[in-house]
Structure formats: C-alpha cells, structure tokens
C-alpha cells in the first residue's frame, strides 16, 4: 500500500469499469426455480461434454455468476427502471388529469383510459415476468359487461379491481425498481472491477499518474492499492461480491415475483369463484352420472323382474283352471323372482343413501360396507359428533368405492378404515396389503372420487407403490355439526 504526501488532492478515483460479456458456453438453468443450478442444465455453446459435466459438479455459488438465470434476472432489474419510469408517468398523469377534470364530464373517460392503459402495462408486465423470471401468472378476470357501448365499457373499467391493482402496481413498482436497480448495477460493476482488477490496475501509472485504486485520500497523503498483496486482496474482494451479487438480484426480483403476483394476477376473489364454478360443474356432472346409473339400474335390474313376473302371473293365471299344479310352479318362481327384485332394490336405495346412515351413522354404516367385503376390514370411527350429511354421505361413498376397489382388484388379505377429525377437517383413510399399483391419473375410480372430494374443498392423497401396500387418505372439511342422536 503506497502512501504519499504533500501532493495536495489526488486526481482520478481508480472506479474502473470492466464490462464483462458472457460467452457461448455458460451453463442454462432450465430447473424449476428453487435455486441456483437445480436444473438439469445445458451446454449452450459447448455441448453436453465433460465440459458441462465439471460444471454440474461446482457448488451452486460458484455456478450462479455465469448462469443463463443469474442474466435474465439481471436483465429484468436493468429493465425495470426505465419500465417504471414510464409506468410511473404515465399512471400519475392520467390519474392526475382525470381526477382533475371530474368537474366535468371529460373527468371519466379520461380516467377510463389511465386505467384501461394501465391494465395493459400489465399484461406486458406480466408477459416479461413470464419470459425473463420464468413466473406462470394468471390473466386476472375480464371486464363484465353487462350490456354493450362506451358508457357500459367506462363503467366495468372503473368498477373493476384489476384496474386498481395495476395502478397500484405502476406506483409501487417506480420506487422499488429505483433502488433495485442501484444495488444490482453497483454490486455488479464493483465486483467484476475488483476481480479483474489485477488485468487492468497498470492503467493507473500509466495513464492516471498514481499507483493504483486511491483507497484513502486527503491534503497530506493518499494511500493506492497497487502492490501484489494489496491486488490479490482486491481481486478476492472483488471474487466475494461477485459470488454474491446473483443472489443479492435473485432476492431483489422475488420482491418483483410478489408484485407481480399479487397485483396483476388473479385476485384471490376472482380465483375462488373461478374454483367454485368449477366445482360447481363437477357437482351437477356427478349428479347427472348418477340419475343415469339408477335409471340404468332399475330399466336393466329391478324393472326387467318386474316385467318378467308380470308375465309369469299372468301364465299361472291362465293355467290355475287347466293345470294347478304348474301354475303353483309358476307362481313359486315369481316369488322367488319377487325376492329378487326386493333385493336388487335394497342395493340401489343404499348406493343413493343407506338408511343406517341416517339413522346411526358413518360407523354402523361403515361396518355394514365393511361385512360385505371379500377381505376383513378393522373399521374404527373416532367421531364424538355427526358432521353435515352430506359430507357424511361423501364419506361413506368414498369408503364404500375403496373396499369395492380392494375387492375387485388389489388381492389384499385384510384391510382397514379408520375416520377422525382433527380440527375443522374430516379424515378418512382405508389402507390394504394388496399389490398395489394404485394411480388417480390413470383415469380410474379414484379420478372421479378425488373429483367429488375436490368439489366439496376435500383432498384424495392415494400411497400406493407397486407390491402395496397401498393408503388412500381422503381428507373433508368438517361443517354443519350436530349432535349424535
């Protein structure tokens, strides 16, 4: 360290800028965004050689200066400020002239057009979020009109949250690119000086007359780096700002990423009716399917019995003159087939709702399911209190499904059904021994049970590796108490 005196104020103040362009062959993060290098990664100049393969191997803080992600985020804070310069301007100047002239009628459309315009910053807002951060936001709700003309346009605008989302956004959003940008720019030129500083540090002799980077200066003395020492600690310096400046931007652009989301996306509102008609439409879907499957039950079981013993008592009818003997044979089949039909109507009144399950509940029900399995099944209920019936007419169908599936198809030696509540929610699960295998995208029964869960706010979490055993939690929102009787 050089320390000179009586030179008065040194001139130059050795803040050399090296810009720094990365070439072909830095390393892509095409991974899912939880972190520096998580992806799987591609050579983008050198290919998938040992090369890429050492790359793969360094520490993510080693990797995050040259990856493609630490650029693009980069980039997108660069691009901030003047974006929100001009969003800033805009916004208040439209929203300035239109609340000034609301004396008159001018005031409206203008402040229509501020807004109208800044919902479309947003959506190229939101398309350079999606291209440069890699953040899938939502459109947020369209403009609801009821009836067509400017007037009715001018009055969803003004009515409508999304537009005061994103005026809120293009006010909020100057400041914070402002300050964004200053740390970025600074920690980025600083630590890519420092670290090339030992190439370039002879500029100062040379052209400047000093030694180096004026580290102190006053009247009496300066002090320079420019020995070797003093060079390789700058450069390490310089190393350490460097290694950190992707992740110090990466948190500045999850402030973005919030903004983003929570300004110009889909209010929570807007995403909840979006869920509730989907909802809805599940429910009338399932409804439908199963008006159709008792029509089919009973045109294809119980009606066709019926028909038939009509006609077989109107045979014995005809033959009781003629020969009674066959006419008794008659009519002690139709009794059987009576016996029948009762039957196949007992199975279709308890798949619509059992009477034990109104009358005693989800465990008497679910012993009853459980006894006519062709596995033993523990059935253990935990409920001091009934929950809503329709939420327990959804669990015993849920369970009901499960021991059919375990039945039919999973070769299981014993299963078990145990119900609980643990605070505002219902649980149910029913595990088995069986091959397992089980998969709710494979379009089976499960698909359309985690549907019926769905459309109630409830989850279906299916367990089941391959050679089992397999757990199907179902998971309900407990609502409409009431006592046990």
């Known amino acids: 360290m050089a320390t000179e005196y009586g030179q008065g104020y040194a001139h130059g103040d050795g803040h050399g800028h090296d810009r720094h362009d990365g070439g072909p062959g830095y390393g892509y993060d095409s991974g899912p965004g939880h972190g520096y290098g998580s992806g799987l990664g591609y050579d983008s100049g050198l290919g998938l050689g040992l090369a890429g393969e050492r790359r793969r191997r360094l520490p993510a803080g080693l990797r995050a200066p040259f990856e493609a992600r630490s650029w693009r985020e980069f980039g997108y804070v660069l691009l901030s400020l003047p974006i929100g310069i001009l969003l800033f301007v805009y916004a208040v100047t439209m929203v300035s002239l239109g609340a000034g002239l609301l004396v008159t009628f001018l005031g409206v459309p203008v402040l229509a057009a501020g807004l109208a315009g800044c919902r479309g910053f947003g959506a190229l807002e939101r398309a350079r979020a999606r291209g440069m951060l890699r953040l899938e936001v939502a459109d947020p709700e369209p403009l609801r009109m009821r009836k067509q003309g400017v007037l009715a346009w001018m009055g969803a605008v003004l009515k409508s949250g999304t537009s005061w989302r994103t005026l809120l956004y293009a006010v909020v959003q100057f400041p914070w690119s402002v300050f964004s940008f200053v740390v970025a720019v600074n920690f980025w030129a600083y630590g890519w000086a420092l670290l090339t500083y030992p190439l370039w540090f002879w500029v100062f002799p040379v052209y400047a007359g ?83 499957r008792i029509e089919r039950d009973l045109h294809d079981g119980a009606q066709a019995r ?171 929102p407990w609502r409409g108490e009431r006592a046990t009787g």
């Open 210 to 292: 000093q030694g180096g980077i004026q580290l102190y200066g006053d009247s009496t003395h300066s002090v320079y780096l420019d020995n070797p020492f003093e060079i390789t600690v700058t450069a390490l310096v310089g190393l350490l700002f460097t290694l950190a400046t992707p992740w110090i931007v990466r948190a500045l652009t999850m402030v973005d990423r919030l903004l983003v989301h929570g300004l110009l996306g889909p209010s929570r509102l807007s995403a909840r009716v979006v869920e509730l008609e989907s909802d809805r439409g599940v429910v009338v879907d399932t409804a439908a399917a199963d008006l159709r």
């Open 306 to 476: 019926l028909v038939a013993l009509a006609m077989d008592l109107g045979l014995a009818k005809e033959k009781l003159t003629e020969d009674p003997q066959a006419a008794a044979r008659m009519v002690d089949e139709a009794h059987g087939e009576v016996k029948t039909a009762l039957q196949e109507l007992r199975d279709l009144a308890r798949g619509i709702h059992p009477a034990v399950l109104t009358d005693r509940g989800l465990d008497a029900a679910l012993s009853a399911v459980a006894s006519r399995c062709t596995v033993p099944v523990q059935v253990e209920v935990d409920l001091t209190e009934r929950p809503a019936p329709a939420i327990e007419g959804i669990a015993y169908f849920t369970v009901s499904e499960l021991l059919q599936n375990i039945s039919k198809h999973s070769r299981a030696t014993w299963a078990a059904v145990d119900v609980w509540r643990v605070d505002g929610r219902l649980l149910v699960q029913v595990v088995d021994n069986g091959v397992g295998g089980a998969d709710v995208s494979a379009g089976s029964g499960l698909a359309g049970l985690a549907e019926r869960l769905d459309a109630v706010d409830g989850i279906l979490i299916v367990d089941s590796p391959t050679g089992g055993p397999t757990r199907v939690t179902a998971e309900l």
